[in-house]
């Protein structure tokens, strides 16, 4: 049943993204040169435009490489354009929501993957969160918000964009365990950009790493929802591809802990997390903690929220729209 429900949201979904790809070519045809230019030069800043490659390689229990070209919206929340608005309103947080959670002061940007033509396939988008003192703008923060899509969850939390180590707090693969640590860094979106999270595992070592790298494009010769068309769906066929493969390779797999001991995964993450952080159990940031929490539930209610109190890390779990349905 649950087979023939899945096959089911999928030709649904398909038909659907048939019928928007074909509104959006006649929306496209229609629109004047001098339209969509002028609307370009406007809203320089409130929307710009990266490709690059996302790269992986496994090196335990098998080594196994792979790399694809990806396509990615950086989008000013303080000004976004207003075309992109409903496609982001309904998943993230706005920049007041941002700023009270990481504490800042200045613009926030949203990199994200933006659904196209009804579907939404979006493993990792980024905050990057701004402090302003006089006439100086930097960086102090990232938001990480990591779906693992097969199973509808999302867990959104705050980073050291310049280097930080965060215990793994959600089942992102069934190829592996709940066991490692995420080494992360974000660069300062500029001309380019990059991430990189390094997987350090107790038995493996750093045995897994993902970056992604990307360039500018130039937005006065791309229509944006052209540039993005489709880019979701990619992605999705590139994951499971993948998957298949480390299935083939032999690698064990393993079920989400949530079938076996509930949303306890949870509470030990925000424990291992505590331990990486060094920090005593004392609640200093629980006041911190709790304005955080409430400013996510204004935009997301229900949603399942733990706090690392000890240490001021704050974690956020939530069900994600499976792009299926």
Not at 110 to 126: A, F, H, I, R
Request: with cysteine; hydrophobic share 40%; glycine share 4%.
């Amino acid at each position: 049943m649950e087979l023939v429900y899945l096959l089911g949201s999928m030709i649904k979904t398909t038909v659907i993204s048939l019928l928007l790809s074909l509104n959006l070519l006649w929306r496209r045809l229609i629109m004047s040169e001098k339209t969509s230019s002028s609307g370009n030069e406007k809203d320089e800043d409130s929307l710009i435009l990266y490709e690059g490659k996302v790269w992986h390689e496994r090196r335990q229990p098998v080594v196994h490489r792979f790399d694809y070209t990806v396509r990615y919206a950086l989008i000013n929340l303080n000004n976004p354009p207003p075309w992109i608005l409903p496609i982001i309103s309904s998943n993230h947080m706005n920049a007041s929501q941002v700023q009270a959670i990481a504490g800042t002061n200045g613009p926030v940007y949203l990199l994200t993957m933006p659904t196209s033509v009804g579907y939404e396939q979006n493993p990792l988008s980024v905050y990057y969160c701004y402090d302003v003192e006089g006439t100086i703008k930097f960086l102090r923060k990232c938001i990480a918000e990591v779906t693992n899509t097969p199973w509808g969850e999302r867990v959104s939390f705050v980073f050291d964009p310049n280097s930080d180590l965060v215990a793994k707090p959600l089942h992102v693969s069934p190829f592996m365990d709940m066991l490692g640590n995420w080494k992360m860094h974000a660069s300062l979106p500029g001309s380019s950009l990059a991430l990189t999270i390094l997987v350090q595992h107790p038995e493996f070592g750093n045995y897994f790493t993902a970056t992604l790298q990307a360039k500018k494009v130039e937005q006065l010769i791309v229509n944006p929802e052209i540039f993005l068309w489709l880019m979701p769906h990619k992605v999705a066929i590139w994951i499971y591809w993948q998957a298949l493969q480390l299935w083939w390779k032999g690698v064990p797999f393993v079920s989400h802990p949530k079938y076996s001991n509930g949303n306890s995964y949870r509470d030990q993450a925000l424990q291992r997390d505590s331990q990486l952080q060094s920090a005593p159990v004392c609640g200093q940031h629980e006041n911190l903690c709790q304005k955080r929490h409430e400013t996510f539930s204004q935009k997301f209610v229900p949603c399942l929220n733990k706090c690392n109190t000890e240490c001021g890390r704050w974690f956020v779990w939530r069900d994600a729209r499976w792009p299926w349905s």
